[in-house]
């Protein structure tokens, strides 16, 4: 039973989580008032109180969800997927030794998981105890909750299916801001962060003594043709740039580049556009121009990303930096 992972997102007094309602005890709130948060019927938990939204509806789009579903159960971006769970299996498969009653339990934070492409994959991995996929768009948990129901790994699944011996990793679908999140201090073992925001300092705070934080972004020339193809001007990733930032709380452990040639059909390149932001920022003559392209031969370009492998900083990881 997780009574301390989690903590109300309006008083920060712990969050018991339940199969119907959650509830923080609202020890302190000012009048001890404890809040509830319903789950909802396909399983994800809406802890983004209204005075945390920035808009309506915030985060990707219904459209975008789907079409970004698409894309990448078709594959395109599977080496980049693999890469990442051979990371995560490496940084924790050293935690996995003992009987489950004698270790304690993992937890992983992905941030900003979208509908849960890689979030299902960390799952599948068997290594993690509790995955808490958190993302700011309602939409995009909303599959994530459903995918996770057919697969047997939602939170409150694991509880309820005594007959099940083989325990799997729950998954705890949460609607919440990235900056404020409703998690305890030093409860995450790790942390992905794919192509999602970067905040150093929370981050820190979140992981336990040493705990790892696994980032991926576009490298240098992702997607290079298709970029040309679309504006006048083309800009440079700049991959590394937030490095700085980071370097107070954690060490770079690794860094790895995946290079995937793609060959997209016309289908899959309208779904790659409307996945990204050059849905809305591209002209429109250019991408249709690129779509009937698309419809007589299949575009060619290169998936180009960088995942980095960092260390959160302690005394000891701080003594091992100064000796190399």
């Given at each position: 039973?997780?009574?301390t992972?989690f903590?109300?997102?309006?008083?920060?007094?712990?969050?018991?989580?339940?199969?119907?309602?959650?509830?923080c005890?609202?020890?302190?709130?000012?009048?001890?008032?404890?809040?509830p948060?319903?789950?909802?019927r396909q399983?994800y938990?809406?802890?983004?109180?209204?005075?945390q939204?920035?808009?309506?509806a915030p985060?990707?789009?219904?459209?975008?969800i789907?079409?970004?579903q698409r894309?990448?159960t078709?594959?395109?971006?599977?080496?980049?997927?693999?890469?990442?769970?051979?990371?995560?299996?490496?940084l924790l498969?050293?935690?996995?030794t003992g009987?489950d009653?004698e270790?304690?339990e993992?937890?992983?934070?992905d941030?900003?998981c979208g509908?849960?492409?890689y979030?299902q994959a960390m799952?599948q991995?068997g290594?993690i105890?509790n995955?808490?996929a958190a993302?700011?768009s309602?939409?995009?948990l909303?599959?994530l909750a459903?995918?996770?129901?057919?697969?047997d790994r939602l939170?409150?699944?694991q509880?309820a299916n005594q007959?099940?011996?083989?325990?799997?990793?729950?998954?705890?679908?949460l609607?919440?801001s990235?900056?404020?999140?409703?998690?305890?201090?030093?409860?995450m073992h790790g942390?992905s962060?794919?192509?999602s925001p970067?905040?150093?300092e929370i981050?820190?705070?979140?992981?336990?003594?040493?705990g790892?934080?696994?980032i991926?972004k576009?490298?240098?020339?992702?997607l290079?043709?298709?970029?040309e193809a679309l504006?006048?001007?083309v800009?440079?990733h700049?991959?590394?740039?937030?490095?700085?930032?980071?370097?107070?709380?954690?060490r770079?452990v690794?860094?790895h580049?995946?290079?995937?040639?793609l060959?997209?059909?016309?289908d899959?390149?309208?779904d790659?556009?409307?996945?990204?932001?050059?849905?809305?920022?591209?002209?429109l003559?250019?991408?249709?121009?690129?779509?009937?392209?698309?419809a007589?031969a299949?575009?060619a370009?290169?998936?180009k990303?960088v995942?980095?492998?960092?260390?959160k900083r302690?005394?000891s990881?701080?003594?091992?930096?100064?000796?190399?």
């Amino acid at each position: 039973m997780l009574v301390t992972l989690f903590i109300c997102p309006i008083c920060q007094s712990p969050l018991q989580p339940a199969t119907d309602t959650w509830r923080c005890d609202g020890s302190l709130h000012p009048k001890h008032t404890p809040h509830p948060f319903d789950v909802a019927r396909q399983g994800y938990v809406n802890l983004l109180p209204v005075q945390q939204k920035k808009s309506k509806a915030p985060g990707d789009s219904q459209q975008s969800i789907i079409a970004r579903q698409r894309f990448l159960t078709a594959g395109y971006y599977q080496p980049l997927k693999d890469l990442i769970c051979e990371q995560m299996a490496q940084l924790l498969g050293q935690n996995k030794t003992g009987t489950d009653n004698e270790r304690a339990e993992i937890n992983w934070l992905d941030i900003g998981c979208g509908e849960g492409y890689y979030t299902q994959a960390m799952a599948q991995q068997g290594i993690i105890d509790n995955l808490i996929a958190a993302d700011i768009s309602k939409p995009a948990l909303v599959e994530l909750a459903k995918s996770s129901k057919i697969k047997d790994r939602l939170w409150y699944q694991q509880g309820a299916n005594q007959k099940n011996t083989n325990k799997k990793t729950s998954i705890y679908p949460l609607v919440t801001s990235a900056a404020h999140l409703p998690l305890s201090a030093g409860s995450m073992h790790g942390i992905s962060s794919i192509f999602s925001p970067i905040l150093p300092e929370i981050f820190a705070d979140m992981l336990t003594e040493e705990g790892y934080l696994i980032i991926a972004k576009p490298d240098i020339g992702h997607l290079m043709s298709l970029r040309e193809a679309l504006f006048d001007s083309v800009r440079e990733h700049d991959s590394d740039k937030f490095l700085p930032t980071l370097a107070p709380h954690f060490r770079l452990v690794a860094t790895h580049q995946v290079i995937n040639a793609l060959s997209l059909p016309a289908d899959a390149l309208a779904d790659l556009l409307t996945m990204t932001p050059y849905a809305y920022r591209a002209r429109l003559e250019n991408r249709q121009a690129l779509l009937d392209s698309a419809a007589t031969a299949p575009f060619a370009t290169e998936a180009k990303f960088v995942v980095y492998i960092l260390q959160k900083r302690t005394a000891s990881t701080l003594d091992a930096d100064v000796q190399t």
